[in-house]
Nanobody, 125 residues
Framework: QVHLVESGGDSVQAGGSLRISCVGS????????IGWFRQAPGKQREGVVT????????YYGDSVKGRFTISQDNAKNTWYLQMNSLKPEDTAVYYC??????????????????WGQGTQVTVSS
């Protein structure tokens, strides 16, 4: 069984930065794909970034390219999303997800088996 917990969500001003974290437990995570997704009220879920815990290609959503960066401490099963140059439109609940497969780039394709509970990021203008 895999368990994911996000933290670090906060309220920040536009142009600011924030780092959110996802801590996972479960043996499947040693060779898995991790995704960050977000969902704003009244909007569809949006893929932010997907990557592998064992290397390979990282895919960023178009709306965050050049502003958001992932990092990972695989020994601790902890993955970070560094968000810079934040905009009000980045306001959303951010979710961490994991699966042993990634369908395409994973941003808009396929189910993700395990999900965290989400952390709120609010960006004010």
């Amino acid at each position: 069984q895999v368990h994911l917990v996000e933290s670090g969500g906060d309220s920040v001003q536009a142009g600011g930065s924030l780092r959110i974290s996802c801590v996972g437990s479960g043996s499947a995570l040693s060779n898995a794909y991790i995704g960050w997704f977000r969902q704003a009220p009244g909007k569809q879920r949006e893929g932010v970034v997907t990557f592998s815990t064992t290397g390979g290609r990282t895919y960023y959503g178009d709306s965050v390219k050049g502003r958001f960066t992932i990092s990972q401490d695989n020994a601790k099963n902890t993955w970070y999303l560094q968000m810079n140059s934040l905009k009000p439109e980045d306001t959303a609940v951010y979710y961490c997800a994991a699966d042993v497969f990634r369908y395409g780039d994973g941003l808009n394709h396929g189910p993700w088996r395990w999900w965290g509970q989400g952390t709120q990021v609010t960006v004010s203008s």
